[in-house]
Nanobody, 119 residues
Framework: QVQLVESGGGLVQPGGSLRLSCAASGAIFSIYAVDWYRQAPGKERELVATITSGRSTSYVDSVKGRFTICRDNAKNTAYLLMNRLKPEDTAVYYC?????????????WGQGTQVTVSS
């Protein structure tokens, strides 16, 4: 069982930055891939970024060049660094951890952290 806790959300002005954290406990974090998702009011949950256990990364087009996903396995934590934030980035952000080598295996979600981009 893996427990995930997100933090770092808040209110920021357009053009500002935030760093979201996803802290994991209860498992060998390094073997898990981590996704960051977001869900805006009235919209479906959207995959924003992925980092694999081998540190390969991928991003949705709308955040490329502005967001960076990274991880610190020694701290059992994944991060989403968000720069040049836009009002359309406003959403609840969730992290998910899973083992890509275990097809159909469990997926673990955090509780979410609110990001609001507004002047």
């Amino acid at each position: 069982q893996v427990q995930l806790v997100e933090s770092g959300g808040g209110l920021v002005q357009p053009g500002g930055s935030l760093r979201l954290s996803c802290a994991a406990s209860g498992a060998i974090f390094s073997i898990y891939a981590v996704d960051w998702y977001r869900q805006a009011p009235g919209k479906e949950r959207e995959l924003v970024a992925t980092i694999t256990s081998g540190r390969s990364t991928s991003y949705v087009d709308s955040v490329k060049g502005r967001f960076t996903i990274c991880r610190d396995n020694a701290k059992n934590t994944a991060y989403l660094l968000m720069n040049r934030l836009k009002p359309e980035d406003t959403a609840v952000y969730y992290c998910k951890a899973y083992n890509r080598d275990y097809v159909g295996g469990p997926e673990y979600w955090g509780q979410g952290t609110q990001v609001t981009v507004s002047s």
